[in-house]
């Protein structure tokens, strides 16, 4: 039956176009028997009258805000993820998927899609982006809302420039000169101390906001690391740390005298007060503000700048080339394998006394005759 529906949008040469493409869409579905007029036409009355009382269709808006609320209410996932999430949402979901049905998403969509993002975003935003929406149809399929995820099908991989290293993953460590320059160049002791205390602790900035007086042990010489700061949807929040696992840090001479700094700064010593403060009571609100004053450190101190998160790879770095074990630097950094130290500090890794092997091994060259005879005989 031949029908009729008006467009809702201004008579130009490009919505023209789009009316044509569509009417293609219609076509192409009702060959392949996909068609769905209420689908296609959302708004049409006739739609609305022939539309089966018992079929029920969700909107991916509508699935993309459940997705992230239920996150929310369980606590599964940080709250700086939370965020994030909503941040992809918002700019980049909805704009696309907002007034799609969950089951007319199709793969050629998503790959067009895809294409799109690759064209404006860094790799790591598109993976995090897509990985958000795979998780969303996952959970269709999951309610039986779908039969099976249209990303399935794409290998991302294809569609993206070859992964580079961010600047945070980027290992450029600091060296002794460097490192005096930067304290140097400090003009508040607090900060000076605090910097100091990140060089030789290798602590996240977030564990370093959140460290508190009653996570020292004077008399053991040793940090206990068990809290973090992360963005939040209202500001930031303490949490656990990103791994949500707790460890100790032994405290190397230049994390006690930042410490023992500290002491006469902080206004109120009890157990449950911030050790590094902009004011010695109140705790720093964002990691925004110890990379602002990072960054005055290093252009006084005319050192190249590096981010503040490479004092945690100087400290790593500077353990390893001293020989100390890969699974040791692995717990002080907070992983839970020997894999992200191996994959980032690979060429740091040294033995005390340089490379020493056990065997002789002359069965590689031709000693191996010889050493054959020696046995025989």
């Known amino acids: ?13 490009a919505n023209i176009k789009y009316a044509g493409r569509l009417r293609a869409e219609v076509q192409n579905a009702i060959e392949r028997g996909t068609f769905s007029y209420e689908a296609f036409f959302p708004n049409s009355k006739f739609a609305k009258l022939t539309a089966s009382p018992t079929q029920k269709r ?28 909503v941040k992809w949402a918002r700019s980049r979901l909805k704009p696309h998927f907002a007034t799609k049905y969950i089951d007319e998403v199709t793969t050629q ?5 895809i294409a799109e993002l690759a064209a404006e975003l860094a790799g790591k935003s598109v993976r995090n982006c897509v990985g958000l929406t795979s998780s969303i149809f996952n959970r269709a399929i999951e309610d039986g809302l779908i039969k099976s995820n249209p990303l399935a099908p794409i290998k991302l991989r294809t569609m993206l ?29 607090h900060e000076r101390a605090m910097f100091q205390f990140a060089f030789s602790t290798g602590l996240r900035t977030g564990e370093l906001i959140a460290l508190k007086w009653r996570h020292i042990d004077w008399t053991n010489g040793s940090i206990h690391i068990e809290d973090n700061i992360v963005s939040g949807e209202v500001g930031t929040v303490e949490k656990d740390t990103k791994t949500d696992s707790e460890r100790d840090v032994p405290m190397l001479p230049a994390a006690r005298a930042a410490l023992e700094s500290m002491r006469p700064m902080t206004s109120l010593l009890k157990n ?28 006084k101190a005319k050192v190249r700048y590096r981010n503040p998160y490479q004092t945690r790879h100087t400290f790593a770095s500077t353990l390893l080339m001293n020989g100390e074990p890969e699974l040791l630097v692995a717990k002080l950094l907070g992983h839970t394998t020997v894999e992200m130290v191996r994959r980032h500090y690979g060429k740091y890794i040294k033995q005390p ?23 025989a005989g």
């Open 353 to 375: 006394g340089g490379i020493q092997l056990r065997g002789a091994y002359l069965e590689f060259g031709a000693g191996s005759g010889q050493s054959e005879q020696r046995k």
């Open 109 to 113: 969509d998503l790959r067009a899609w």
């Open 1 to 13: 039956m031949r029908r009729r529906e008006t467009l809702d949008i201004p008579v130009t040469p």
């Open 58 to 85: 969700h909107l991916v808006n509508d699935l993309i805000d459940a997705y992230i609320d239920v996150a929310r209410k369980a606590k599964a996932m940080s709250p700086s993820t939370i965020v994030t999430y």
């Open 161 to 189: 420039p070859k992964k580079k290293a961010s600047e945070d993953d980027k290992v450029d460590p600091f060296n002794a000169d460097d490192i005096a320059a930067i304290l140097g160049a400090c003009d508040r002791p």
């Open 272 to 299: 449950g007060d911030y050790i590094f403060t902009p004011d010695g009571i109140n705790r720093w609100r964002h990691d925004y503000q110890i990379r602002a004053r990072w960054t005055i450190a290093l252009r």
